[in-house]
């Protein structure tokens, strides 16, 4: 599937721009940038400002063969040493026909000399250095190494190519705050243009002929706030459509709704999903001791997961990108991108006769996917949906109004189990790439309980303070993901490193003895450890003891900004159990414990409780959080829901000698 920049205003389809406004580099700075350079900067109330952007400015000419050429110009004053990152000139082009026609960078000094970048310092790299295959490049002048605070950078670069695709797209800022964007398009004779804004009001163009314009002033930073959507998510992002007022042979592909997507998607991946014997001799052998739809469906899944990741995109302005490799192909090499893997697994089930079709989706933000603009362009990702009989039973299925049960999977997520999906991707809408498809489809949600994770955690308790116990953990669903990427992803040595080191800030200066993880094959993570550690519990008049319960703490953390909260706070479905048993130390007896403890709110709930059981204090405690997405202005109720857990755990216990 085609990537999607960060912050790059164009999708994988290159915006491309008109060689007659490109300014020829020369020793004087366009005028437009010292115009620019010119401008006063507001005071801003987000702390650490490194930088403004001064001007964004993108002209698109599209010609009705298909020809675009795309101007951009951009100039960014440094506040901050630390915003000398932000003196580069950038553009992202395709081999397979696009250019890079002029590229020009200049840097304006606080002192008032002047420097320019042209040829000699461009630099010509692949757009990503493990996507072998893909015809993706970037070219850039890096000029942050003569770049200091006070000082303006700006570039200009035109690029040219040929296109099928009759839409752009269009960021109006990244996170810096930005004084003066602008989006403009002349078009040929006889269209027209239309335009949908995400994330602010409806932005209207002023119109002349053929020729639009976008336009947004004295845009403020957004915040880097803990727990938000994607910046893709929140910047001011432009959605444009053109296409003739009346019938015309033309070679750009144009979209009236998503039954329109999904058909076009289907022309490219359906004759791709290729058999021949050996394919079909390896989809039998995975399933042949497979006594269960599922069981065949898992067994496949899990030979796909295993395929190694390449991204491979050719012809991407010819529709390239959105194609898979033939699935025989892939099969025989043995590597292919997540198009290609869902492809392979569409292949392969087809051969024990369970249908399957390729699903269109964004892998790295569950709100970015909107309904009102029918594009492919809104997907960066490819992923499958199986066709199941009520047999098959998961979280992970979604009713189909026309395809009936589907199964949602992921095979490119080596760590996420069939029945589930990762939670990048949950709650998205994606589309289902099948003729039959009207509209876009919501991706399942798992319930809290599906990502649970549980521990018990015995420890004795020496008359001296000192510990030494287990602790235990069972983890489930996205829960069992963070475990088993992080055990999979290092050494042994940097894994029991992690683990002793979560230990040891939990009770300080505790030494492990034994750490003893297990990746399960029925998709749950087992850890086991056994610590110790001296002097846990403080001895005060040579007859009182005090201890914290919760003695180790939970690895995955939440973490808040301080001060007004400007964006909304995500927060993802799961859920936490856990009983400690402390054995008493000998001739101690409970003096004080703290009383039980709930609190329950509409995105969550927490429990504590504890009970002296013979010579065992046993502390309980729950958490359970559903997936919610809290507007800025309901945010102290999520920082007062997590105050009063922290407080429900920090709360001690005190003994006294009997």
């Keep these: 599937m085609m990537t999607r920049p960060k912050f790059l205003t164009t999708t994988a389809f290159i915006f491309l721009f008109a060689l007659a ?52 110009r951009y100039a960014v004053r440094i506040l901050l040493r630390e915003g000398r990152a932000e003196a580069i000139a950038r553009a992202v082009y395709e081999k397979d026909g696009g250019k890079v026609t002029g590229m020009s960078a200049w840097l304006i000094r606080a002192s008032g000399q002047n420097k320019t970048y042209g040829k000699k310092e461009t630099i010509d790299v692949s757009l990503a250095d493990d996507d072998v295959y893909d015809e993706s490049r970037l070219k850039f002048i890096s000029g942050k190494e003569d770049a200091d605070a006070g000082d303006v950078f700006g570039y200009e670069t035109v690029q040219e190519r040929k296109t099928v695709f009759s839409q752009f797209q269009f960021f109006f800022q990244d996170d810096l705050p930005t004084i003066y964007s602008r989006f403009s398009m002349d078009l040929p004779s006889g269209w027209k243009a239309e335009s949908v804004t995400f994330n ?39 959605a444009v459509s053109f296409f003739p007022d009346s019938p015309t042979a033309t070679p750009l592909r144009t979209f009236a709704g998503w039954n329109d997507v999904a058909k076009w998607m289907a022309e490219l991946e359906d004759p791709q999903m290729t058999v021949d014997d050996a394919l079909a001799a390896k989809a039998r052998d995975l399933t042949a001791n497979a006594k269960t739809e599922l069981e065949r469906i898992q067994a496949i899944a899990h030979y796909v997961q295993q395929i190694r990741y390449f991204a491979v995109s050719i012809g991407a302005e010819k529709g390239g990108g959105y194609v898979p490799h033939r699935a025989t192909d892939v099969f025989a090499k043995s590597y292919g991108d997540c198009k290609d893997k869902a492809n392979l697994m569409r292949a392969m089930l087809s051969v024990v006769k369970i249908p399957a079709f390729m699903v269109s989706i964004t892998a790295d933000d569950p709100t970015y996917v909107r309904a009102e603009w029918a594009s492919p362009h809104q997907f960066n990702h490819c992923i499958i949906a199986i066709k199941v009989s009520d047999e098959t039973q998961a979280p992970s299925v979604v009713a189909h109004p026309k395809l009936g049960r589907l199964l949602i999977f992921d095979p490119t997520d080596p760590y996420t189990q069939v029945g589930d999906l990762p939670r990048q991707e949950q709650g998205s809408l994606a589309l289902i790439d099948h003729k039959d498809s009207e509209s876009l489809l919501q991706m399942p949600t798992t319930p809290p309980e599906m990502n649970q994770l549980e521990r018990k955690v015995d420890i004795t308790l020496s008359p001296e303070g000192n510990i030494s116990g287990t602790v235990s953990e069972k983890a489930i669903g996205q829960s069992a993901v963070i475990f088993r990427a992080e055990f999979r992803g290092l050494s042994s040595a940097d894994y029991n490193r992690r683990i002793e080191g979560w230990v040891s800030r939990s009770a300080t200066g505790a030494q492990t003895t034994k750490i003893t993880p297990a990746d399960n094959t029925n998709g749950s993570f087992n850890l086991d450890v056994e610590f110790s550690a001296r002097n846990y519990a403080q001895i005060m008049q040579s007859r009182l003891m005090v201890f914290k319960p919760t003695v180790i703490g939970r690895m995955e953390s939440m973490s808040f900004s301080e001060g007004k909260r400007m964006n909304p706070y995500m927060i993802e479905s799961r859920s936490y159990s856990e009983e400690v048993k402390v054995k008493l130390p000998q001739g101690f007896t409970v003096d004080e414990m703290p009383d039980a403890a709930q609190v329950e709110t509409s995105f969550g709930k927490y429990n504590a409780a504890y009970e002296v059981k013979g010579e065992y204090l046993v502390f309980t405690r729950s958490l359970k959080l559903n997936r919610a997405t809290v507007s800025p202005d309901k945010y102290d109720s999520v920082r007062a829901f997590f105050a009063k857990v922290h407080a429900a755990e920090q709360a001690p216990v005190v003994l006294i000698t009997k």
Excluded: C, M
């Design 21 to 72: 406004t490109f300014a020829a580099g020369g020793d004087t700075p366009p005028s437009w940038l010292l115009d620019d350079a010119r401008i006063k900067v507001p005071a801003y109330d987000v702390k650490d400002v490194p930088a403004v952007v001064l001007r964004s400015e993108e002209h698109v000419s599209v010609t009705s063969d298909g020809t675009v050429i795309r101007t951009v």
């Design 200 to 238: 602010r009001p409806k932005i209207e163009p002023s119109v002349n002929g053929t020729s639009y314009v976008w336009e947004l002033r004295d845009l403020p930073p957004i915040n880097h706030e803990p727990s938000s959507p994607q910046f893709a998510s929140l910047s001011p992002r432009l």
